[in-house]
């Protein structure tokens, strides 16, 4: 018997970075990515899939290459604080402090968790262009790894982002010549063009049209050498974005609330008592001095305690803030805003924990957890329903289409992180969550749990039927469209098909 599985032999990854679903699916509708369309979308399929929270480059990336969510990875920001390490200041250790954005960039594949497989790992030979996560990719086929650090500053200074992009245009019109079997590539401009314009300023929309460009070129490329067939291609976005007209100073209002806060740049500012590590700038981890000695910043303050020190009415009173959630003294995700609040509590049915033997307590088969939800006053999430006892892709169907897509399992596993703050803190779309040292000025915002920043386009030249689809889902699913699996290794996406 024939087999109809297709076995793909190659994959070109294109990340767009910033794409919203929305844009994409417009400019691809108007005629404006005729190539894209063509050889992508019409030869396979254009589906809204769903982005992590925080929706933000570097922890978004991790459910692409590994499965995995930013909280089982424990990378959840782009910057962070770890209240158990922060207080060890040594000479040869971190001090428990981070942002990505900066030298501790370096640091991001060494604090991805050891023994997990990558893309790259399935993969030879491959190439990465821009991309952070290279974890797997030889050095010399990390082909922008020398190039990125001058690009990225001279275009962040001159905003020159075109330049950044057509390096890259570059560099895949070469991987593909090589014969790469798999090819990595990020376009970081739409991103990097937002923050500075607007989401769909004439900057942003002439950089899809220029990525459409490259990817007609890359087409005719495989054409030529007859493995267009043979060849898988994906174009994602890590997250959305929104347009910014407000910008919250959380920090001042934690300094004016008596909480002395903490934040980059200034980070040893002396006599704090919070932290606020932001992230992409619609979300921000809080962070609460804890502890008994004097010394440490102690474990994560209960959301009740934070209560009754009066923190969480500080902060809903807060305008365009959208959500702010914590961990219950009982272990269950509590999430509050000014009209309500809801409870979102996880069980697993693995009771023999058969396959839990060499994992550690955070790795729980995703398959065995049951999620309910539950709210008072009116739902924060905008879900209006309770739910019981439902699996992890039941919660994501209910939710999908909702104000906040997949927000029950999304703020259960960013708390799975131990560096997760106390408080997580999401904005309200035009709202992002830094009012000062932010230079450039930001005019655009992603990282919260909204819609417009959780859903992303996934298109593929292969098609997949599939209505309702995580970020996750996509190794899983490269792999088995390559004729690899994963079975062995925790992941918490699934194929979908
Ligand atoms: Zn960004």
């Not at 691809?28 to 399929?45: A, T």
């Amino acid at each position: 018997m024939v087999s109809t599985k297709p076995c793909f032999k190659r994959v070109v990854f294109i990340i767009i970075d910033g794409a919203p679903y929305e844009i994409f699916k417009a400019l691809i509708e108007n005629g404006d990515l005729p190539n894209i369309k063509k050889h992508v979308v019409d030869r396979g399929s254009l589906n809204k899939a769903v982005s992590v929270f925080p929706s933000t480059t570097g922890p978004a990336f991790i459910p692409f290459f590994m499965g995995l969510y930013p909280g089982t990875a424990n990378i959840p920001g782009i910057r962070w604080l770890s209240k158990s390490n922060f207080h060890t200041l040594h000479r040869f250790k971190r001090p428990g402090i981070c942002s990505y954005m900066g030298l501790d960039g370096l640091h991001f594949e060494a604090d991805l968790p050891p023994d997990f497989p990558t893309l790259f790992n399935f993969f030879s030979p491959v190439s990465n262009i821009y991309n952070l996560l290279a974890r797997g990719c030889p050095p010399a086929k990390n082909l922008t790894r020398r190039i990125k650090p001058f690009a990225y500053t001279y275009a962040h200074f001159s905003h020159r982002w075109r330049f950044v992009n057509q390096i890259a245009v570059r560099q895949l019109q070469k991987a593909v010549e090589a014969g790469d079997k798999f090819i990595m590539c990020l376009f970081p401009a739409v991103d990097t063009f937002s923050h500075l314009t607007e989401i769909q300023s004439p900057q942003v929309l002439q950089t899809y049209r220029e990525i459409d460009i490259a990817i007609g070129d890359l087409v005719h490329t495989l054409q030529k050498a007859n493995t267009l067939q043979e060849t898988l291609i994906l174009i994602t976005s890590d997250h959305g974005m929104t347009d910014t007209h407000t910008h919250v100073d959380v920090p001042q209002h934690l300094d004016d609330g008596g909480w002395r806060c903490l934040h980059y740049p200034k980070v040893w500012r002396h006599g704090t008592t919070s932290a606020s590590m932001v992230s992409g700038n619609g979300m921000t981890h809080l962070y609460f001095k804890n502890n008994s000695d004097g010394k440490g910043w102690g474990e994560r303050t209960p959301f009740e305690k934070l209560h009754q020190m009066g923190v969480i009415s500080a902060l809903i009173e807060l305008e365009g803030l959208g959500l702010v959630a914590g961990q219950s003294e009982t272990g269950d995700i509590i999430v509050q805003n000014r009209i309500g609040q809801g409870r979102i509590s996880c069980r697993s049915l693995d009771t023999d924990h058969r396959n839990l033997q060499n994992m550690p307590a955070t790795f729980k088969s995703a398959d065995s957890l049951r999620f309910s939800y539950r709210f008072t006053g009116i739902d924060p999430l905008g879900y209006g329903v309770h739910y019981e006892n439902l699996s992890s892709r039941e919660t994501l169907r209910e939710t999908y289409d909702s104000p906040h897509p997949d927000g029950i399992v999304q703020l259960w596993q960013i708390f799975k992180s131990e560096r997760t703050g106390d408080l997580v803190l999401s904005a309200e779309s035009g709202y992002d969550l830094r009012a000062r040292y932010e230079i450039p000025k930001h005019h655009a915002t992603h990282g919260s749990l909204i819609a417009e920043h959780l859903h992303i386009p996934l298109a593929t030249s292969y098609p997949i039927t599939e209505k309702f689809i995580r970020s996750v889902d996509v190794f899983p699913t490269v792999l088995s469209l390559c004729g690899h699996n994963v079975a062995g290794h925790y992941i918490d996406g699934r194929v979908v098909k």
